[in-house]
């Protein structure tokens, strides 16, 4: 108490507000250069021949509406068809999608627990099904029951584990990018997240990438040795930080697409980004600080840059506190303006603009259909809405409740490449 008696009040002030800046401009710097990454393709070689077999996985609750299609889709994929089967965990179903997915050609598994619901919970027991099963797979693929995928998506798959990744996220696309603002704006930021970050860090060589919930592939000797495990809110990051925490990175494949259904309404949005707030903030309490001692200890950036993506939340919140802290004027004289001392505000003014302009980047340089480029005008809105939704996935950390995502958007993949093509046509 002496101690803080003696101080000036704008001692005090600096005690919390200085590192609150360094934390922002380091972070801001750090995102900017990794983006940069982000802006050209290296030359990949890939492995033509096929030689990895795949149990294909979908976990499916309630999905009789888009189901059919997906399974369809996926027997018709460029690949052997000696090399994969086709799995349907029907998890908790009270409709027809175990039906609909066993008349489509999918080997269909029912799950019924009441008590662990959620699509991790039905990944664990359908992975201990196939490791008792008589053929054994080289690795598992994972999609949602709304998703179509290009024909080509084995074959990349195939590639990567070829050349001795154990783990691998592909591109996510969106399947219904235009039917409403909503859509089109999620898209956006699913199109930005692939080309300025995922396929920044896999450009850099010395990065992991992060698993995106679908379009995932996991060898299985990685999920035999360390198990699933991966039953929080948001099991991609959760399975992708535990991996990781073993030393196993996680690949990307660019060429390899997943078309995944957007929500159509705001509140939709609003409550399934919600989930992924609360489900990283909780993987970020588990793992945040184990991978910062093992990148500091092991002098390696791919585990500090993992820790920096589990922040994001926290750099979300502290940058808000600062942005309003910093609009009330009284309070501006009490504390050393460090940002001023990095460049004028100009210099940032100009950096911030820059960072507009990278949503325009990410759809030209992987050619977006440029009807996408309306959602553009309303995209600050979707990206500053995640503010709120930061804050609420913290203060409701601890609910571990799952919630289903209803998927109506039932259309086939001819359906999708043509929507493409009229697009940028």
């Known amino acids: 108490m002496d101690l803080l008696s003696g101080l000036t009040v704008t001692q005090l002030f600096n005690i919390i507000m200085v590192p609150i800046q360094v934390i922002i401009i380091v972070l801001t710097f750090y995102y900017f250069v990794l983006s940069m990454f982000g802006l050209y393709r290296k030359r990949e070689v890939k492995v033509l021949t096929p030689e990895k077999s795949f149990a294909v996985v979908v976990a499916a609750h309630n999905e009789e509406a888009v189901i059919g299609p997906l399974v369809e889709n996926l027997r018709m994929l460029d690949y052997p068809k000696n090399l994969f089967d086709i799995f349907v965990v029907a998890d908790n179903c009270t409709d027809k999608t175990a039906l609909i997915a066993r008349n489509a050609g999918a080997i269909v598994h029912r799950r019924f627990n009441t008590e662990k619901r959620g699509k991790g919970y039905a990944l664990e027991w359908m992975f201990h099904r196939l490791f008792k099963m008589e053929r054994q797979y080289d690795a598992i693929v994972i999609f949602d029951a709304d998703n179509l995928v290009k024909d080509n998506f084995l074959f990349e798959m195939n590639s990567k584990l070829c050349q001795g990744h154990k783990i691998v996220q592909c591109y996510l696309d969106s399947k ?3 039917d409403t603002w909503v859509t089109n704006t999620f898209s956006i930021a699913f199109w930005v997240t692939n080309r300025l970050l995922q396929l920044a860090r896999y450009n850099t060589g010395r990065l992991s990438n992060v698993l995106g919930g679908t379009g995932m592939c996991i060898s299985t000797e990685v999920l035999k040795e360390f198990g699933w495990g991966a039953t929080s809110l948001t099991e991609d990051l959760e399975f992708s930080m535990k991996a990781l925490s073993h030393g196993i990175k996680t690949t990307w494949a660019h060429d390899a697409v997943v078309y995944d259904e957007k929500p ?3 509140m939709q949005s609003w409550y399934q980004r919600k989930r992924w707030a609360q489900g990283q903030v909780d993987v970020a309490g588990r793992y945040f600080f184990p991978l910062v001692f093992k990148g500091i200890r092991e ?3 791919m585990y500090i840059d993992a820790a920096i993506h589990l922040f994001q939340p926290a ?3 502290i940058a808000t506190f600062f942005m309003i802290t910093n609009f009330i004027s ?14 004028p505000w100009t210099g ?5 603009s820059i960072q507009y302009l990278y949503p325009v980047a990410a759809l030209a340089l992987d050619r977006i259909p440029w009807r996408a480029y309306v959602g553009l005008i309303l995209y600050p809105i979707f990206i500053y809405s995640w503010i709120p939704i ?4 913290f203060i409701n950390r601890k609910d571990k409740q799952w919630s289903h995502t209803k998927h109506t958007r039932s259309i086939n993949i001819e359906e999708v490449v043509k929507q493409k093509k009229v697009s940028t046509s």
């Open 176 to 178: 219904n990018p235009f």
């Open 390 to 393: 930061v804050f609420l996935g």
């Open 348 to 352: 940032w003014q100009i950096l911030s």
């Open 315 to 317: 750099l979300v919140m």
């Open 330 to 343: 009284a309070l501006q004289v009490h504390y050393t303006h460090v940002f001023t001392l990095v460049m």
């Open 264 to 266: 159509l309404t705001f």
């Open 299 to 301: 002098r390696k950036i």
